[in-house]
Every structure is written in structure tokens, then in C-alpha cells.
């Protein structure tokens, strides 16, 4: 198991936003698409490769050395950071299920799962599974920076 230190990167210690996340407090989710907007044809593909966008992988668990023995897949954790005008390609959650934590800014989600844009603000949560398929953009004139928790068959697999 990978041990992650505190950092000056973050205002924040990890654990305590591994807490919020798996316990549930005081996280927001209000970037979600809104009733009556949710489909299964929602937004189409846009970005296809990533830009303005630097990732740095925190920590990894290789889940087949776990008692939940998912032989294959690993969770890890990363922090992206996306510049004004910056791109996160278009990608599928088929069999990648993660959490998204909007650390801080202001970014936009282009949505397979809904008929208009998401906005995604500082503290709140994407939750990402069940197939769907998105992009983001910063349009703001500030960085974004995302924690994002995923688990991938993959550990090297970059973006989201």
C-alpha cells in the first residue's frame, strides 16, 4: 500500500477528505444535471485529447492484495490540474467507476447522461459509474484543480 504524506499542495490533509468522501459529510453535490434534463443521448463526444492539463498520480492499492481480491484493478488517486481553456478528453466510466472532488474553480461537464452542461464548483462531487461517457472544460479564467479516485484495470491509464 502506497502511503501518501501530507503536502504543501494541498490546504487540506487527504485523509480528511477520504473522510468526507466515504462518509459523506459536508460534501456538496450540487453539480449534477438537473430534472427533467437527465437522458441516455445527452451531450456527444467533443474534446478528444487533453489539453492544458498536468495529472500527478498521489497513491495506488493493488485491490488483488486486498481481502476484496479484485485481481487486476487498482485504486488510486490523482490530482489534475486544468488551465483556462484546458480540455479533459472525452471518456467512458463503462467499467471505471470514480469519484471527482472539485478542490477548487469553476469547470464544465459535457455529459453522455444529460441534455445540457454541468457546472461543477470548489467542494463539490462528481460521482461517475454506470457507463457513463463525458468531457470537461475549463471556460473560467482560473486553474481547476480535481482530485479524482478511481478504480482502472489499468494503474498507468492517463486522464480520466
Avoid at 430534472?35 to 474534446?47: D, I, K, L, M, P
Wanted: proline share 5%; glycine share 8%; hydrophobic share 40%.
Amino acid at each position: 500500500m502506497t502511503v501518501i504524506a501530507r503536502t504543501s499542495l494541498f490546504p487540506f490533509s487527504v485523509a480528511a477528505l477520504l473522510s468526507c468522501v466515504f462518509l459523506g459529510a459536508t460534501i456538496v453535490h450540487a453539480g449534477e444535471c438537473p430534472a427533467g434534463s437527465v437522458t441516455e443521448n445527452g451531450q456527444s463526444a467533443g474534446a478528444t485529447a487533453h489539453k492544458k492539463v498536468s495529472e500527478k498520480l498521489l497513491g495506488q492499492i493493488d485491490l488483488s492484495k486486498e481481502k476484496i481480491a479484485a485481481d487486476g484493478h487498482h485504486f488510486r488517486m490523482r490530482r489534475l490540474d486544468i488551465q483556462p481553456g484546458g480540455e479533459l478528453a472525452w471518456h467512458s466510466h463503462t467499467d471505471r467507476p470514480a469519484l471527482i472532488y472539485v478542490v477548487s474553480g469553476t469547470i464544465t461537464e459535457y455529459s453522455s447522461h444529460c441534455a445540457v452542461p454541468i457546472v461543477h464548483r470548489t467542494g463539490e462531487l462528481s460521482v461517475e459509474q454506470g457507463g457513463l461517457s463525458h468531457w470537461w472544460k475549463n471556460t473560467s479564467k482560473h486553474p481547476v484543480v480535481l482530485l479524482s479516485a478511481d478504480i482502472t484495470a489499468d494503474p498507468e491509464q492517463p486522464g480520466m
